[in-house]
Protein backbone atom coordinates (compact mmCIF):
# COMPACT_ATOMS: atom_id res chain seq x y z
CA UNK A 1 0.00 0.00 0.00
CA UNK A 2 1.01 3.27 -0.81
CA UNK A 3 0.65 4.87 2.59
CA UNK A 4 3.09 2.43 3.98
CA UNK A 5 5.79 5.22 3.83
CA UNK A 6 3.94 8.01 4.32
CA UNK A 7 4.55 9.53 7.93
CA UNK A 8 1.95 8.84 10.63
CA UNK A 9 0.22 12.46 10.21
CA UNK A 10 0.23 12.78 6.96
CA UNK A 11 -0.81 9.28 6.36
CA UNK A 12 -4.14 10.94 8.85
CA UNK A 13 -4.76 13.70 6.60
CA UNK A 14 -4.52 11.67 2.98
CA UNK A 15 -6.79 8.56 4.29
CA UNK A 16 -9.49 11.32 5.81
CA UNK A 17 -9.05 13.06 2.60
CA UNK A 18 -10.49 10.26 0.84
CA UNK A 19 -13.08 9.49 2.98
CA UNK A 20 -14.45 13.25 3.06
CA UNK A 21 -13.25 13.35 6.81
CA UNK A 22 -11.74 16.29 8.41
CA UNK A 23 -9.14 15.91 10.77
CA UNK A 24 -7.99 18.88 13.05
CA UNK A 25 -4.11 19.54 13.29
CA UNK A 26 -2.07 18.89 16.98
CA UNK A 27 -2.87 20.75 19.84
CA UNK A 28 -0.85 21.53 22.82
CA UNK A 29 -1.84 18.13 24.46
CA UNK A 30 -0.42 16.16 20.89
CA UNK A 31 -4.35 15.51 20.06
CA UNK A 32 -4.34 15.02 16.37
CA UNK A 33 -7.14 12.48 15.18
CA UNK A 34 -6.64 9.73 12.67
CA UNK A 35 -8.37 6.74 10.83
CA UNK A 36 -5.35 4.08 12.02
CA UNK A 37 -4.80 1.47 9.73
CA UNK A 38 -3.03 -1.33 11.30
CA UNK A 39 -2.57 -3.12 8.46
CA UNK A 40 -0.24 -0.85 6.11
CA UNK A 41 2.33 -1.75 9.16
CA UNK A 42 1.82 -4.68 7.98
CA UNK A 43 -0.01 -6.03 11.27
CA UNK A 44 -2.00 -9.47 10.36
CA UNK A 45 -5.21 -8.77 11.76
CA UNK A 46 -7.66 -11.17 10.93
CA UNK A 47 -11.58 -10.81 9.46
CA UNK A 48 -13.53 -8.52 7.57
CA UNK A 49 -13.45 -4.90 8.28
CA UNK A 50 -16.44 -3.25 7.76
CA UNK A 51 -16.37 0.16 5.31
CA UNK A 52 -15.26 2.33 7.89
CA UNK A 53 -13.68 -0.24 10.53
CA UNK A 54 -15.90 1.30 13.41
CA UNK A 55 -18.72 0.38 15.54
CA UNK A 56 -20.50 2.55 13.17
CA UNK A 57 -20.81 0.00 10.58
CA UNK A 58 -23.40 -1.65 12.40
CA UNK A 59 -26.36 0.26 10.93
CA UNK A 60 -28.20 2.72 12.86
CA UNK A 61 -25.35 3.48 15.55
CA UNK A 62 -23.81 6.54 15.86
CA UNK A 63 -20.73 8.20 17.68
CA UNK A 64 -20.01 11.50 18.89
CA UNK A 65 -17.07 12.67 20.78
CA UNK A 66 -16.44 16.47 23.40
CA UNK A 67 -12.65 16.92 23.93
CA UNK A 68 -11.25 19.24 26.61
CA UNK A 69 -7.59 20.27 26.37
CA UNK A 70 -6.04 23.53 28.02
CA UNK A 71 -2.95 24.21 29.94
CA UNK A 72 0.12 23.19 30.33
CA UNK A 73 2.74 22.87 33.40
CA UNK A 74 2.44 22.36 36.71
CA UNK A 75 -0.71 20.87 38.29
CA UNK A 76 -3.41 23.19 40.19
CA UNK A 77 -6.39 21.76 41.11
CA UNK A 78 -9.00 23.65 39.57
CA UNK A 79 -7.13 25.35 36.75
CA UNK A 80 -5.59 22.49 34.91
CA UNK A 81 -3.46 21.23 32.73
CA UNK A 82 -6.95 19.61 31.35
CA UNK A 83 -6.86 16.18 29.00
CA UNK A 84 -10.00 15.09 29.37
CA UNK A 85 -13.62 14.53 27.61
CA UNK A 86 -16.94 12.52 26.95
CA UNK A 87 -17.74 10.15 24.44
CA UNK A 88 -21.00 9.09 23.39
CA UNK A 89 -22.50 5.76 21.59
CA UNK A 90 -26.22 5.89 20.43
CA UNK A 91 -27.56 2.39 19.45
CA UNK A 92 -29.99 3.84 17.55
CA UNK A 93 -28.57 7.33 16.56
CA UNK A 94 -30.05 10.61 17.73
CA UNK A 95 -33.31 10.78 15.92
CA UNK A 96 -34.53 7.40 16.47
CA UNK A 97 -34.57 6.34 20.20
CA UNK A 98 -32.10 4.05 21.81
CA UNK A 99 -34.37 0.88 23.10
CA UNK A 100 -32.13 -2.09 21.86
CA UNK A 101 -31.70 -5.56 23.46
CA UNK A 102 -28.60 -5.62 25.57
CA UNK A 103 -26.53 -7.22 28.27
CA UNK A 104 -23.44 -6.40 30.23
CA UNK A 105 -20.50 -7.88 31.47
CA UNK A 106 -17.47 -6.79 34.20
CA UNK A 107 -14.86 -9.15 34.20
CA UNK A 108 -12.49 -7.19 36.60
CA UNK A 109 -14.72 -4.57 38.96
CA UNK A 110 -12.41 -1.28 40.04
CA UNK A 111 -14.07 0.36 38.13
CA UNK A 112 -17.57 2.11 37.44
CA UNK A 113 -20.37 1.75 34.97
CA UNK A 114 -23.96 3.17 35.90
CA UNK A 115 -27.53 1.75 35.32
CA UNK A 116 -26.58 -2.23 34.58
CA UNK A 117 -28.46 -3.26 37.12
CA UNK A 118 -31.63 -2.50 34.47
CA UNK A 119 -30.17 -3.81 31.68
CA UNK A 120 -29.21 -7.08 33.89
CA UNK A 121 -32.54 -7.28 35.06
CA UNK A 122 -34.62 -6.21 32.04
CA UNK A 123 -32.05 -7.21 28.94
CA UNK A 124 -33.31 -3.88 27.39
CA UNK A 125 -30.51 -0.73 26.70
CA UNK A 126 -32.63 2.33 26.78
CA UNK A 127 -30.34 5.33 27.28
CA UNK A 128 -27.09 6.31 24.96
CA UNK A 129 -23.38 4.89 26.62
CA UNK A 130 -21.63 7.89 27.76
CA UNK A 131 -18.02 6.99 28.65
CA UNK A 132 -15.90 9.71 30.35
CA UNK A 133 -12.87 10.18 33.52
CA UNK A 134 -13.85 8.25 36.97
CA UNK A 135 -14.49 11.40 38.91
CA UNK A 136 -16.83 13.15 35.99
CA UNK A 137 -19.58 10.19 36.54
CA UNK A 138 -21.90 11.47 38.15
CA UNK A 139 -21.84 14.88 36.14
CA UNK A 140 -22.40 12.96 33.33
CA UNK A 141 -25.16 10.32 33.85
CA UNK A 142 -27.38 13.75 35.26
CA UNK A 143 -26.51 15.78 32.09
CA UNK A 144 -27.99 12.30 30.03
CA UNK A 145 -31.01 12.48 32.09
CA UNK A 146 -31.13 16.23 31.14
CA UNK A 147 -30.56 15.22 27.80
CA UNK A 148 -33.14 13.00 27.15
CA UNK A 149 -35.82 14.73 29.28
CA UNK A 150 -35.29 18.25 27.02
CA UNK A 151 -35.71 15.52 23.56
CA UNK A 152 -38.96 13.88 24.87
CA UNK A 153 -41.97 15.91 26.72
CA UNK A 154 -43.10 12.60 28.20
CA UNK A 155 -39.96 11.81 29.43
CA UNK A 156 -40.80 10.54 33.01
CA UNK A 157 -37.52 8.74 34.11
CA UNK A 158 -33.89 6.90 33.33
CA UNK A 159 -31.28 5.04 34.30
CA UNK A 160 -28.76 5.87 31.79
CA UNK A 161 -25.37 3.99 31.22
CA UNK A 162 -22.26 6.06 31.62
CA UNK A 163 -18.63 4.59 32.45
CA UNK A 164 -15.65 5.52 33.07
CA UNK A 165 -11.60 5.35 33.21
CA UNK A 166 -9.10 6.93 35.53
CA UNK A 167 -7.20 10.13 33.53
CA UNK A 168 -5.43 11.62 36.13
CA UNK A 169 -2.03 11.14 35.10
CA UNK A 170 -2.49 13.41 32.39
CA UNK A 171 -5.54 15.43 33.50
CA UNK A 172 -6.33 17.70 36.40
CA UNK A 173 -8.86 14.82 37.13
CA UNK A 174 -10.22 16.43 40.84
CA UNK A 175 -10.75 19.81 39.05
CA UNK A 176 -14.08 18.13 37.61
CA UNK A 177 -13.52 20.09 33.89
CA UNK A 178 -16.36 18.02 32.60
CA UNK A 179 -19.50 20.03 32.45
CA UNK A 180 -22.65 19.22 31.09
CA UNK A 181 -22.14 20.64 28.32
CA UNK A 182 -19.50 18.42 27.26
CA UNK A 183 -22.22 15.52 27.35
CA UNK A 184 -24.61 17.44 24.47
CA UNK A 185 -21.86 18.00 22.63
CA UNK A 186 -21.01 14.60 23.06
CA UNK A 187 -24.50 13.45 22.12
CA UNK A 188 -25.69 16.19 19.78
CA UNK A 189 -22.65 15.69 17.51
CA UNK A 190 -22.70 12.01 17.37
CA UNK A 191 -22.74 10.58 14.19
CA UNK A 192 -22.47 7.57 11.80
CA UNK A 193 -19.34 7.30 9.61
CA UNK A 194 -16.09 7.20 10.39
CA UNK A 195 -15.29 7.55 14.19
CA UNK A 196 -12.78 9.85 15.53
CA UNK A 197 -9.88 7.69 17.60
CA UNK A 198 -6.85 7.71 19.95
CA UNK A 199 -7.07 11.14 22.01
CA UNK A 200 -10.94 12.19 21.43
CA UNK A 201 -13.41 12.55 23.56
CA UNK A 202 -13.42 10.34 26.85
CA UNK A 203 -10.06 9.25 25.82
CA UNK A 204 -8.34 12.31 25.92
CA UNK A 205 -6.35 11.66 28.44
CA UNK A 206 -5.85 7.77 28.84
CA UNK A 207 -2.69 5.39 28.54
CA UNK A 208 -2.78 2.11 27.33
CA UNK A 209 0.33 -0.50 27.69
CA UNK A 210 2.39 2.57 28.84
CA UNK A 211 1.86 4.52 25.54
CA UNK A 212 -1.28 6.94 24.94
CA UNK A 213 -4.17 4.83 24.78
CA UNK A 214 -7.87 6.37 24.30
CA UNK A 215 -10.78 5.60 22.01
CA UNK A 216 -10.40 2.77 19.43
CA UNK A 217 -13.12 1.47 17.14
CA UNK A 218 -12.98 -1.49 14.55
CA UNK A 219 -15.63 -4.11 12.93
CA UNK A 220 -15.97 -7.28 11.46
CA UNK A 221 -18.31 -8.22 8.79
CA UNK A 222 -19.79 -12.12 8.68
CA UNK A 223 -19.50 -13.85 5.00
CA UNK A 224 -22.95 -14.28 3.24
CA UNK A 225 -22.91 -17.73 4.42
CA UNK A 226 -22.67 -17.03 7.96
CA UNK A 227 -25.48 -14.12 7.87
CA UNK A 228 -23.74 -11.54 6.80
CA UNK A 229 -24.03 -9.56 10.18
CA UNK A 230 -21.40 -7.02 11.38
CA UNK A 231 -20.03 -6.87 14.81
CA UNK A 232 -18.83 -3.20 15.98
CA UNK A 233 -16.61 -2.87 19.00
CA UNK A 234 -15.67 1.02 20.42
CA UNK A 235 -13.04 1.08 23.65
CA UNK A 236 -11.80 3.29 26.12
CA UNK A 237 -8.48 1.83 26.91
CA UNK A 238 -6.25 2.72 29.82
CA UNK A 239 -5.34 -0.82 30.79
CA UNK A 240 -2.36 -3.02 30.30
CA UNK A 241 1.62 -3.43 31.44
CA UNK A 242 4.00 -2.43 28.46
CA UNK A 243 5.54 -5.85 29.45
CA UNK A 244 1.95 -7.62 28.05
CA UNK A 245 1.51 -6.10 24.70
CA UNK A 246 1.16 -8.67 22.03
CA UNK A 247 0.55 -7.28 18.60
CA UNK A 248 -1.06 -10.16 15.91
CA UNK A 249 0.24 -12.70 18.52
CA UNK A 250 3.57 -11.19 18.80
CA UNK A 251 4.98 -10.30 21.98
CA UNK A 252 6.16 -7.08 21.43
CA UNK A 253 6.33 -5.31 24.91
CA UNK A 254 9.92 -6.03 25.67
CA UNK A 255 11.07 -5.20 22.49
CA UNK A 256 8.98 -1.85 22.53
CA UNK A 257 10.10 -0.86 26.10
CA UNK A 258 11.52 2.68 24.38
CA UNK A 259 10.54 5.06 24.58
CA UNK A 260 8.64 5.29 28.46
CA UNK A 261 6.70 7.37 30.00
CA UNK A 262 9.02 10.68 31.22
CA UNK A 263 8.55 13.54 32.48
CA UNK A 264 9.26 16.79 29.77
CA UNK A 265 9.35 19.95 32.41
CA UNK A 266 12.29 19.91 34.56
CA UNK A 267 10.96 22.99 36.85
CA UNK A 268 7.98 20.72 38.34
CA UNK A 269 9.04 20.09 41.47
CA UNK A 270 10.24 16.68 42.41
CA UNK A 271 7.83 16.29 45.28
CA UNK A 272 5.42 16.50 42.99
CA UNK A 273 6.47 13.78 40.04
CA UNK A 274 6.51 10.36 40.49
CA UNK A 275 9.26 8.04 42.24
CA UNK A 276 10.76 5.71 39.59
CA UNK A 277 9.29 7.79 36.54
CA UNK A 278 12.69 9.93 34.70
CA UNK A 279 12.73 12.94 32.75
CA UNK A 280 12.69 12.85 29.36
CA UNK A 281 15.74 12.05 27.32
CA UNK A 282 17.37 16.04 26.54
CA UNK A 283 15.48 17.37 29.32
CA UNK A 284 17.97 18.87 32.40
CA UNK A 285 17.67 18.85 36.03
CA UNK A 286 17.56 16.60 38.91
CA UNK A 287 14.83 13.60 39.26
CA UNK A 288 14.99 13.60 43.22
CA UNK A 289 12.70 11.06 45.03
CA UNK A 290 9.42 12.22 44.39
CA UNK A 291 6.00 12.02 46.55
CA UNK A 292 4.50 9.19 45.29
CA UNK A 293 5.61 6.36 43.75
CA UNK A 294 3.88 5.29 40.66
CA UNK A 295 0.53 3.11 40.40
CA UNK A 296 1.41 -0.65 39.92
CA UNK A 297 2.15 -1.44 36.70
CA UNK A 298 -0.67 -2.57 34.67
CA UNK A 299 -2.80 -0.36 36.97
CA UNK A 300 -5.81 0.91 35.04
CA UNK A 301 -8.73 0.05 33.11
CA UNK A 302 -11.06 -0.62 30.43
CA UNK A 303 -14.96 0.22 28.94
CA UNK A 304 -15.88 -1.76 26.01
CA UNK A 305 -18.96 -1.53 24.15
CA UNK A 306 -19.87 -3.88 21.52
CA UNK A 307 -23.07 -3.77 18.83
CA UNK A 308 -24.45 -6.39 16.38
CA UNK A 309 -27.58 -6.22 13.99
CA UNK A 310 -27.63 -9.77 14.12
CA UNK A 311 -31.09 -10.98 15.98
CA UNK A 312 -29.84 -12.25 19.40
CA UNK A 313 -31.64 -12.25 22.05
CA UNK A 314 -30.36 -10.18 25.64
CA UNK A 315 -28.83 -13.98 26.73
CA UNK A 316 -26.78 -14.29 23.67
CA UNK A 317 -25.84 -11.10 23.68
CA UNK A 318 -24.01 -11.23 27.15
CA UNK A 319 -22.52 -14.58 25.56
CA UNK A 320 -20.63 -11.97 22.84
CA UNK A 321 -19.85 -9.70 25.87
CA UNK A 322 -17.99 -12.00 27.67
CA UNK A 323 -16.19 -13.03 24.69
CA UNK A 324 -14.82 -9.47 24.00
CA UNK A 325 -12.73 -10.54 27.24
CA UNK A 326 -10.88 -12.65 24.62
CA UNK A 327 -9.67 -9.95 22.24
CA UNK A 328 -8.56 -7.74 25.24
CA UNK A 329 -6.41 -10.86 26.34
CA UNK A 330 -5.03 -11.46 22.90
CA UNK A 331 -3.57 -7.91 22.78
CA UNK A 332 -2.04 -8.38 26.70
CA UNK A 333 -5.16 -7.14 28.91
CA UNK A 334 -4.97 -9.19 32.22
CA UNK A 335 -7.56 -7.68 34.12
CA UNK A 336 -5.35 -7.12 37.18
CA UNK A 337 -6.63 -6.09 40.19
CA UNK A 338 -6.48 -2.66 39.56
CA UNK A 339 -7.80 -2.68 36.84
CA UNK A 340 -12.06 -1.69 35.94
CA UNK A 341 -12.99 -3.89 32.67
CA UNK A 342 -16.46 -3.00 32.16
CA UNK A 343 -17.98 -4.08 29.01
CA UNK A 344 -21.72 -3.52 27.43
CA UNK A 345 -23.40 -4.74 24.18
CA UNK A 346 -26.37 -4.13 22.17
CA UNK A 347 -28.33 -5.82 18.97
CA UNK A 348 -29.77 -3.35 16.79
CA UNK A 349 -32.43 -6.24 15.76
CA UNK A 350 -35.81 -6.87 17.11
CA UNK A 351 -36.78 -2.62 17.10
CA UNK A 352 -40.15 -3.28 18.11
CA UNK A 353 -39.88 -5.59 21.01
CA UNK A 354 -37.46 -3.14 22.59
CA UNK A 355 -39.82 -0.31 22.47
CA UNK A 356 -43.44 -1.95 22.63
CA UNK A 357 -44.56 -1.65 26.77
CA UNK A 358 -48.52 -2.73 25.93
CA UNK A 359 -48.58 -5.38 22.82
CA UNK A 360 -47.11 -8.86 23.03
CA UNK A 361 -44.42 -8.31 19.81
CA UNK A 362 -42.90 -11.48 17.38
CA UNK A 363 -38.81 -12.06 18.12
CA UNK A 364 -36.07 -13.25 15.32
CA UNK A 365 -33.35 -14.74 17.04
CA UNK A 366 -30.43 -16.49 15.88
CA UNK A 367 -30.03 -20.14 16.72
CA UNK A 368 -27.17 -20.44 19.11
CA UNK A 369 -26.01 -23.02 17.14
CA UNK A 370 -25.05 -20.35 14.26
CA UNK A 371 -23.50 -17.98 16.76
CA UNK A 372 -20.08 -18.84 16.92
CA UNK A 373 -19.07 -16.89 13.68
CA UNK A 374 -20.05 -14.01 15.87
CA UNK A 375 -17.98 -14.88 18.94
CA UNK A 376 -14.70 -15.00 16.57
CA UNK A 377 -15.90 -11.38 15.19
CA UNK A 378 -16.29 -10.16 18.65
CA UNK A 379 -12.93 -11.81 19.49
CA UNK A 380 -11.02 -10.08 16.68
CA UNK A 381 -13.06 -6.45 16.40
CA UNK A 382 -11.87 -6.38 20.25
CA UNK A 383 -8.32 -6.72 19.31
CA UNK A 384 -8.16 -4.44 16.40
CA UNK A 385 -10.21 -1.55 18.29
CA UNK A 386 -7.38 -1.49 21.03
CA UNK A 387 -4.69 -1.40 18.66
CA UNK A 388 -6.28 0.92 16.76
CA UNK A 389 -6.36 3.60 19.88
CA UNK A 390 -2.96 3.36 20.26
CA UNK A 391 -2.43 3.97 16.57
CA UNK A 392 -4.28 6.65 15.99
CA UNK A 393 -3.12 8.41 19.31
CA UNK A 394 -0.55 10.97 19.53
CA UNK A 395 2.21 11.40 22.19
CA UNK A 396 0.86 13.56 25.03
CA UNK A 397 1.90 16.04 27.19
CA UNK A 398 -0.03 16.88 30.26
CA UNK A 399 -0.04 17.50 34.00
CA UNK A 400 3.25 18.28 35.89
CA UNK A 401 5.03 17.55 32.55
CA UNK A 402 4.10 14.29 32.57
CA UNK A 403 4.77 12.55 28.78
CA UNK A 404 3.37 9.78 27.45
CA UNK A 405 4.48 8.20 24.19
CA UNK A 406 2.15 7.08 21.19
CA UNK A 407 3.36 3.65 19.85
CA UNK A 408 6.68 3.78 17.58
CA UNK A 409 4.87 2.74 14.52
CA UNK A 410 7.56 2.52 12.32
CA UNK A 411 9.34 0.17 15.01
CA UNK A 412 6.21 -1.76 15.06
CA UNK A 413 6.37 -2.16 11.12
CA UNK A 414 9.58 -3.52 11.80
CA UNK A 415 8.57 -6.35 14.49
CA UNK A 416 5.99 -7.59 12.13
CA UNK A 417 8.24 -7.68 8.92
CA UNK A 418 10.91 -9.45 10.85
CA UNK A 419 8.30 -12.13 11.79
CA UNK A 420 6.87 -11.90 8.40
CA UNK A 421 10.33 -12.87 7.30
CA UNK A 422 11.08 -15.58 9.98
CA UNK A 423 7.45 -17.65 8.73
CA UNK A 424 8.63 -17.00 5.29
CA UNK A 425 11.88 -18.76 5.92
CA UNK A 426 10.11 -21.45 7.95
CA UNK A 427 12.59 -20.88 11.03
CA UNK A 428 11.13 -21.19 14.42
CA UNK A 429 9.00 -18.55 15.78
CA UNK A 430 10.70 -17.23 18.98
CA UNK A 431 8.91 -13.83 19.01
CA UNK A 432 10.99 -10.48 18.88
CA UNK A 433 13.89 -10.08 20.44
CA UNK A 434 15.49 -6.49 21.66
CA UNK A 435 16.49 -6.13 18.47
CA UNK A 436 13.49 -7.39 16.77
Known sequence: MWLRSVPRIVRSWAVCALLGTLV?????????????????LGVPLEGTPGPHDAITDVGGVEVGHATVIRGEGRLAVGEGPVRTGVTAILPRGTEAGDSVFAAWFPLNGNGEMTGTAWVAESGILESPVVITNTHSVGVARDAVIDWMRRRNPDFHWALPVVAETFDGSLNDINGFHVRSEHVFEALDGAGAGPVEQGSVGGGTGMICHAFK???????????????????????????????????????????????????????????????????????????????????????????????TDAPLLPHQVRRLVKRTALGLARIGGMGYNGSGDLFIGFSTANRRAAAERDEVVALEMLPNDRINPLVVASVRATEAAILNAMLAAETMTGANGLRVPELPEERLRALMEARTDAEESGAPDRGPGPEG
Open 213 to 307: GGIGSASRVLDEEAGGWTVGVLVQCNQGARRDLRVAGAAVGEALAEPRICYADPTVPAADRRRGVPLCEGVGGEMGPGRAPPPPEGAGSIIIVLA
Open 24 to 40: PAPGPGGTAQQIPDARA
